[in-house]
């Protein structure tokens, strides 16, 4: 997400940090780069010509050009522009309403609204505790009520039953009607779209509209159409008025360009964002998060807010203990990959890592990506109760029989064996050092959930705050020594850079659900 985007800003404004005084050119010309950045990102002509005159304007003041770290400010600043740009502060889903509170997905066809309504009606399920009955307005696609019918069975929301020959109209109120009579707090009517847009398609929308009266009406956009996004919520917003964007696809948004122009453009705010096909890849929009990984700062909150979500409680302290005494076998390292990929991989973790774009190509040339995770589970389920509680049984015989098992060879399981014994060894590092620094991760992800008690939100600093707090925290306590060989986990030669991840208190310098693995250590 924002991969090209963000490579391109971070090189241009850490040119300006390296200098030691900023003359108006020196901003002038860097400016000038940001332009032709955002212009390559497929960002609207107005929003790029607002946001660089903002950026101007504050910083070729007196408190910038003659402050003791211009670069800083200028990328405080640059910061702050974009925040502003994406929407300021994130907002949600509205219930402020009588129930049932009906909900409109509007949308093109193809952009990914049926499974954005089913992501939806399982995200209020689970975590607002509504009950949500969802209802296919669309008439005119073949199997699209059957669609949502399935993805209901799924996501285990209840689904309107289907009536045939009935009209758009007729099945919202028949809708709203069975979501009164059935005491349901919300019901998600999901429109039919169109390849284009067109005056059938917007009039059919504007009648269900008047005859639900929604109180959300929320635009799915596929992010990768760019302006085409753009266009489609103008004028979306024009003839049945929005009151939220939910962008798809995401997680493969490299450019950014919908994202940065939508708020900007329409006046409305995006609410949330797919980040993948799976019904519980759907996060909210924050823009101060969103400008942070835009300029290589990484997202440390929201990772710490994933890792409280996805981390089995009861397992965690289970591996805590045995942690405590010494003991990782490969059935604790086979929990730790199938954590990360709960967290969504490679990509969903690295995405919200400060400074990641300096590894990319590392880790593309090292053929580091989530299809590795899953080899190395398949190794690890191909393996004996007894060979996982003890490797050093693993002779050549056993690695054939599973290689044979896993679809894999010997070599990928030595290579497998010696990241754990990495692992294992940096484990009993942590447990010997001063002050028991295991103890000091217990009680962190998936046991209180969300920020620990006292920890600083690294979305509401700005970059000058966010290195003052890593110099300071990076004073007390880390990581111990690695292992010869450099991060277990990580091919060699392919090291995170310097500062990469914040020591953030009670994270030791390490990340939930890796267990040593690439990047740091799991309690």
Not at 127 to 152: F, Y
Not at 213 to 219: A, R, W
Not at 466 to 472: C, N, S, V
Not at 495 to 507: D, E, F, N, S
């Amino acid at each position: 997400m924002f991969g090209t985007l963000s490579e391109r800003l971070s090189g241009i404004l850490s040119g300006l940090t390296r200098r030691g005084s900023l003359t108006e050119e020196d901003v002038n010309a860097a400016l000038r780069e940001v332009r032709r950045a955002l212009l390559e990102a497929d960002v609207a002509l107005e929003v790029v010509r607002s946001f660089t005159d903002k950026v101007r304007e504050r910083a070729v003041g007196a408190e910038v050009l003659k402050s003791v770290t211009p670069g800083q400010q200028v990328i405080k600043i640059v910061n702050d522009v974009l925040i502003d740009t994406l929407g300021g502060e994130g907002e949600v889903i509205g219930f402020d309403a009588v129930p049932p509170v009906p909900i409109l997905m509007v949308g093109l066809q193809g952009s990914g609204k049926t499974t954005s309504t089913a992501k939806i009606a399982k995200r209020l399920t689970e975590r607002n505790k509504k009950k949500v009955l969802m209802a296919s307005l669309d008439t005119r696609r073949p199997a699209a009520m059957e669609q949502l019918a399935i993805l209901g069975t799924q996501v285990g929301v209840q689904t309107l039953p289907i009536v045939a020959g009935q009209s758009a109209v007729q099945i919202a109120r028949r809708a709203v009607e069975a979501a009164r009579l059935g005491g349901y707090d919300v019901v998600m009517l999901d429109t039919a779209g169109r390849v284009t847009l067109d005056d059938t398609l917007m009039e059919e929308v504007a009648q269900v509209k008047a005859a639900t009266s929604p109180h959300e009406v929320l635009l799915v956009a596929d992010a990768l159409t760019g302006q085409d996004a753009v266009n489609t919520a103008r004028a979306f917003d024009a003839r049945v008025g929005l009151t939220g964007i939910v962008l798809t696809r995401m997680d493969g948004d490299s450019r950014g360009g919908a994202a940065l122009s939508m708020r900007a453009v329409t006046g409305k705010p995006i609410k949330l964002v797919g980040t993948g096909e799976k019904v519980d890849e759907l996060d909210d929009f924050h823009p101060s998060r969103v400008a942070n990984r835009i300029l290589g700062m990484g997202d440390i909150v929201s990772l710490v807010e994933k890792a409280a979500q996805t981390v089995d409680a009861d397992k965690a302290q289970a591996l805590a203990q045995r942690l405590a005494k010494g003991n990782f076998d490969l059935d604790d390292l086979r929990m730790q990959l199938q954590q990360m990929e709960k967290m969504g991989g490679f990509g969903g973790v690295m995405g919200l890592l400060p400074g990641m774009a300096q590894m990319k190509n590392q880790l593309a040339a090292a053929k580091v990506d989530d299809k590795m995770i899953a080899r190395q589970v398949a190794i690890i389920n191909s393996m004996t109760p007894a060979e996982r509680r003890n490797p050093d049984l693993l002779k050549n015989s056993r690695k054939k029989r599973i290689a044979a098992g896993s679809g894999t060879s010997p070599e990928a399981i030595n290579k497998l064996l010696k990241m754990h014994r990495g692992m294992a060894d940096m484990m009993k590092a942590m447990k010997k050092q001063k002050g028991g620094m295991l103890g000091k991760l217990g009680g962190m992800f998936g046991l209180g959930g969300g920020l620990p008690a006292g920890m600083p939100d690294p979305s509401k600093m700005d970059p000058a705050q966010l290195a003052e707090l890593q110099k300071q925290l990076g004073a007390g306590g880390g990581l111990p020594s690695l292992p010869p060989g450099g991060f277990p986990g990580l091919p060699k030669g392919v090291t995170p850079p310097a500062g990469m991840m914040p020591k953030l208190p009670g994270l030791g310098g390490g990340l939930p659900g890796l267990g040593g693995g690439p990047f740091g250590k799991k309690k």
